[in-house]
């Protein structure tokens, strides 16, 4: 896989569009304009696969987009928790706990960068616990939207939404470990490979 420097790239407007989109789809859920709220997130979604399937498709896998890609899931996630919790619709500690560990993690972040080491893979553990969320949050607002689906909505959308929580810290927590591990591996000499390292 070649990973570029390139810009303006077809999947990188189109995470550009996700990111523009952010705001607006924050402004209509605090509002309370559930519905339209939802489309722009499907819209979200939808460009999110396109963009990666056109990445990968054209060879256009750029260091920009893996920047912007999971930032923009991120953003998503924190509109939905903001905008519900503005509402009294979601507790304001489950908003604190999902920044604070992304807080925790931009610390470890920097840790890293002090010790001459650049940011950990993904965890797949962090990937399910995204999904959670990404997942819980829709369902949520989609009982808010259609009160006719709101009773077997709302438990499915708690429900993902605790446990990916939970799993967003226990991810927090191997990230912290691994951290711990790799700033403690034997500094490279000049002219060695990184690739000697035992990993």
């Known amino acids: 896989m070649v990973v570029s420097d390139r810009v303006l790239t077809l999947p990188n407007m189109l995470s550009f569009l996700r990111l523009v989109l952010v705001p607006v789809f924050l402004v209509l859920l605090a509002q309370g304009e559930d519905a339209w709220a939802l489309v722009v997130l499907s819209i979200s ?64 972040g920097i840790i890293l960068a002090n010790f001459g080491f650049g940011p950990l893979p993904v965890h797949l553990l962090g990937k399910v616990a995204t999904f959670c969320l990404f997942y819980a949050l829709p369902m949520i607002m989609l009982g808010q939207a259609f009160p006719q689906l709101e009773w077997w909505s709302q438990p499915v959308g708690w429900a993902f939404g605790l446990w990916g929580a939970f799993l967003y810290w226990w991810a927090g927590i191997v990230y912290a470990r691994e951290t711990m591990r790799v700033i403690r591996l034997p500094r490279v000499a000049p002219g060695v490979s990184s690739d000697t390292l035992d990993r």
């Open 45 to 108: 979604s939808v460009t999110d696969w396109l963009d990666g399937f056109l990445a990968r498709r054209w060879n256009q896998i750029t260091r920009l987009g893996q920047l912007l890609d999971p930032a923009a899931d991120r953003l998503y996630i924190f509109a939905a928790l903001i905008g519900l919790a503005w509402r009294d619709l979601f507790p304001w500690w489950i908003v604190l706990v999902v920044v604070g560990r992304d807080i925790f993690l931009l610390a470890l």
